[in-house]
């Protein structure tokens, strides 16, 4: 009692410093299914440009209904870790079906994608091997090559001569392992990988990459940046989620080289000590790998929607970065007028958000929008309009 008074005290100054630097989170409460248009609890019907659902899996029937099929079959929950009670064959048959979309060798499930990134470094590498990691990698990356005791390297975004140096001082280890994101989610910008492999080949490197915002997204089918650098089964680890373009609801998964799946499988301590994803959730997975096998539709439609809602704001006079993925930042540079915009194109009906210091660099705030394969043609003109009304307003249009 007396210890947690204390604490408290000290919580709440922490709390209020994080509120009167303008940098408290509050959430917003959707009444509605996740979907390109939502129902917030305040009753506003808004169109949804800030979901990862890439691909318009997310509320999916035919995925609702795959997932009910298994949970039928299968029930509800797992109650163990696969090393002590086992896994069901629904397991094995989406992580067969991971590998055959990505084509790699093997793959193993978590409970969600900053688990596999949690859980790979450190039972691979030691303290004599090397890991050289991008500046701008995900918190999760971050967060596991912590756990390791591999020597760190860090190279600045996507800089291949940053990254070269960082392989020559590398070469003092045993083993490297250079790690990036497929695409970065501040930007979109797609990691150069063929240059990354050219690097990591003459520097005698392997390659891991998180395909989280890629996979379902980037490459003409959509099987990520290894796709779209014709380097397909060629990146030793591969890490994704199934919380994004696949359907959104959870779970991760590290695929890749069978060695290396297989000492993960012994090792990783987010797999051992932590529960098997639930049947619904694999039954709707394979529903999804299944389907997305057999039919580019929906990676398609996606790609078409993107290039023609960022050709219409680019000519509307927005600063819209270049990409080839299906995040698209509207740049605003300046921290009040990000959060002034989105809050005024919520007025409007259009739901995406601001972004500023310290999510991005000081002077580089902007909207981020998430463009989806179920965005329909009139929903992205309504958007591009809403823009064009509140960026006049505040006189963000190149004239
Ligand atoms: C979203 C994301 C993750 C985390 O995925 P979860 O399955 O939600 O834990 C990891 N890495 C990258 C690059 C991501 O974008």
Same mark, same amino acid.
């Given at each position: 009692?007396?210890? $947690? ?5 000290y ?15 509050s959430e ?13 609890q305040s009753g506003?019907? %808004? ?5 990862n659902? #890439?691909?318009?899996l ?7 209904s ?9 029930g ?17 048959q ?5 590998a055959? /979309?990505?084509?790699t060798?093997?793959? *193993?499930? $978590? ?9 790979v470094f450190?039972?691979?590498?030691? @303290?004599?091997?090397a *890991?050289?990691?991008?500046a ?9 090559v ?6 760190r ?10 990254? @070269? ?5 590398a070469?003092a280890?045993r /083993? ?6 497929g695409?970065?989610?501040m ?6 990988l063929?240059?990354i ?8 490197a ?10 379902g997204v980037? !490459?003409?089918?959509?099987?990520? %940046? ?6 397909? !089964?060629?990146?030793?680890?591969i890490?994704g989620?199934?919380?994004k373009?696949?359907?959104?609801a ?6 890749g080289?069978?060695?290396? *799946? ?7 301590r ?5 529960n ?10 394979? #529903?999804?790998f299944g389907y997305?096998?057999?039919?580019? %539709?929906?990676q398609?439609?996606?790609? @078409?929607?993107?290039?023609y809602?960022?050709?219409?704001m680019?000519q509307a006079?927005f600063?819209?970065k ?9 740049m605003l #540079? ?6 002034d915009?989105a809050?005024?194109?919520? @007025? ?5 958000a ?27 003109d ?18």
């Amino acid at each position: 009692m007396q210890a $947690y008074q204390t604490f408290r005290e000290y919580l709440a100054k922490e709390l209020e410093a994080i509120q009167s630097a303008g940098l408290y989170k509050s959430e917003r409460i959707i009444a509605s299914p996740q979907s390109v248009a939502i129902t917030l609890q305040s009753g506003q019907q %808004v169109l949804n440009f800030c979901a990862n659902n #890439y691909l318009g899996l997310s509320d999916s029937k035919e995925l609702t209904s795959a997932a009910c099929k298994a949970m039928e079959s299968r029930g509800y929950g797992m109650s163990s870790v696969r090393f002590i009670c086992g896994a069901q064959d629904l397991h094995k048959q989406l992580e067969a079906a991971i590998a055959r /979309f990505f084509g790699t060798e093997d793959t *193993i499930l $978590y409970a969600a994608c900053f688990d596999a990134n949690g859980g790979v470094f450190e039972p691979l590498l030691g @303290e004599k091997d090397a *890991i050289i990691s991008d500046a701008l990698n995900h918190a999760s990356i971050i967060d596991g090559v912590r756990l390791c005791k591999a020597v760190r390297y860090r190279y600045a975004n996507a800089n291949m001569q940053d990254l @070269e140096a960082q392989l020559q001082a590398a070469q003092a280890q045993r /083993f490297r392992l250079i790690v990036t994101d497929g695409v970065f989610s501040m930007d979109g910008n797609v990691a150069p990988l063929d240059k990354i492999h050219a690097l990591a080949e003459k520097y005698s490197a392997m390659v891991m990459v998180d395909e989280s915002h890629s996979a379902g997204v980037v !490459g003409k089918t959509g099987r990520g %940046v290894t796709e779209l650098f014709n380097l397909r !089964g060629q990146a030793e680890i591969i890490t994704g989620t199934l919380g994004k373009a696949f359907g959104g609801a959870i779970g991760g998964f590290t695929t890749g080289k069978k060695e290396i *799946i297989a000492m993960l499988r012994q090792r990783s301590r987010p797999y051992l000590f932590s529960n098997s994803l639930p049947p619904a959730v694999v039954g709707a997975g394979i #529903y999804t790998f299944g389907y997305l096998e057999n039919s580019t %539709v929906l990676q398609d439609k996606l790609h @078409e929607n993107t290039a023609y809602f960022i050709g219409k704001m680019q000519q509307a006079g927005f600063d819209v970065k270049p990409t080839q993925s299906a995040i698209c930042a509207v740049m605003l #540079y300046d921290a009040k007028l990000s959060q002034d915009m989105a809050d005024k194109l919520l @007025e409007e009906g259009i739901y995406v958000a601001g972004f500023y210091y310290p999510v991005v660099p000081k002077g580089q705030a902007r909207i981020r929008l998430q463009i989806s394969a179920a965005h329909e043609r009139e929903q992205l003109d309504k958007c591009i309009r809403a823009f064009v009304k509140v960026g006049g307003e505040l006189g963000v249009l190149k004239s």
